[in-house]
């Protein structure tokens, strides 16, 4: 069993699936076969949120039925509203949202039934409330009162307004949607494995989105975006940008954003949210974040070899867009949850218990020693 270990597993094919495909070679992405940049420049995030739980674009009628259902569902339950209040402003989001996820399955008015049919609807209540779930939080932390969801605008949309409680520029709206997208599944990332171990068990779908935000709150995965923020804010001129970098590699300290265990090559998602980033500091007169994002880029590309990946370009266009900082994985949970209820309903439809082995480095023949002679 030894020659069969990995680290990490890296490189192990642990599950076959049809969601996404990640060619790290080429820095290429698909869901469902279509390219992750045929899909940012063409479609929405409703659209392909029905492309990546459905295996094919949708037709108009079917994106119209399910456009309209996300927008109907996107009111969580007066008990789980009642409880985001009652925690303190001191609790991190992440933390606060996997909590109320996990309280979403208690109110399942479906609980029990474990069917396809009903299973679609509670990914379309999951895909709709995450969102308001994030803006609540954000505004009970402020001492503020949550902005009621809008049914007619779409869900990038809805989201912003929620957030500030003022209706975003058709703009900002349209490029929020766009990052959405990419965020949506990465292939057999960490917290979508997570999801498909606990599928396996045959736990509901509520269990299986709670582990995976507990995955994605990490800051080796979706937390990763929060800290290049930090990064950025520290560093906080361009003329500071590339002394403060080299002493991080001098004293061997990880730069955040970098590098990916796939791919070898810039990651496509990354180059869209640069593009984003950049245009969105132009329109609002502030390219300081960009400027300071490239010149890291150059730095470590220089030094280390490494290109940015999802994570750097996602931060410095979020904190433009004006979402707080301790609300970015929050922003990533929104997006990857419609990946997340793509593995479990992909999982369920040819389910088979995940249980790998493990190479054991202990001791054996070990006598035991009465607790009188220790």
């Not at 994106?63 to 209040?85: C, H, I, K, Y």
């Not at 609980?111 to 803006?135: C, Y």
């Not at 970098?258 to 998602?269: A, I, S």
């Amino acid at each position: 069993m030894a020659n069969q270990t990995r680290g990490g597993l890296e490189g192990i094919v642990a599950a076959r699936t049809a969601i996404s495909d990640v060619d790290g070679e080429r820095g290429e992405l698909i869901y469902q076969g279509l390219d992750i940049v045929d899909l940012a420049n063409n479609s929405t995030f409703e659209e392909t949120t029905y492309l990546v739980w459905n295996g094919r674009l949708p037709g108009r009628e079917e994106l119209d039925a399910l456009s309209r259902r996300l927008a109907e569902n996107r009111t969580p339950p007066d008990e789980v509203v009642r409880m985001l209040r009652s925690f303190p402003k001191s609790g991190a989001p992440m933390e606060v949202l996997r909590t109320a996820v996990s309280a979403l399955g208690i109110y399942d008015p479906e609980g029990g039934d474990d069917s396809r049919e009903v299973n679609v609807r509670r990914a379309i209540r999951l895909v709709a409330q995450t969102p308001t779930l994030v803006a609540y939080i954000r505004r009970l932390r402020e001492g503020r009162e949550p902005v009621e969801p809008r049914p007619d605008l779409p869900l990038a949309a809805n989201f912003l307004y929620m957030l500030t409680g003022e209706e975003p520029t058709e703009e900002s709206a349209h490029e929020f949607d766009v990052a959405l997208i990419l965020h949506i599944d990465h292939e057999l990332n960490a917290s979508a494995f997570a999801s498909r171990v606990i599928t396996s068990t045959r736990a509901d779908m509520y269990s299986a989105a709670t582990g995976a935000i507990g995955a994605l709150s990490g800051p080796l995965h979706g937390g990763a975006n929060q800290r290049v923020m930090e990064t950025l804010l520290e560093i906080g001129e361009p003329g500071r940008a590339e002394e403060y970098v080299r002493d991080l590699l001098k004293r061997k300290e990880r730069v955040m954003g970098f590098g990916h265990r796939v791919y070898k090559v810039m990651d496509p998602r990354a180059k869209v949210l640069k593009n984003m980033s950049r245009a969105l500091g132009e329109r609002h007169g502030n390219t300081k974040w960009y400027e300071i994002s490239e010149i890291v880029e150059e730095v470590m590309r220089e030094e280390k070899g490494l290109y940015p990946n999802v994570d750097f370009y996602s931060a410095s266009f979020y904190y433009e867009l004006g979402i707080p900082v301790d609300l970015f994985p929050c922003v990533f949970a929104m997006s990857r949850m419609t990946g997340w209820t793509a593995h479990v309903l992909e999982q369920q439809a040819d389910n088979r218990l995940i249980r790998p082995r493990a190479e054991y480095v202990g001791e054996r023949d070990v006598p035991y020693v009465p607790i009188e002679e220790r």
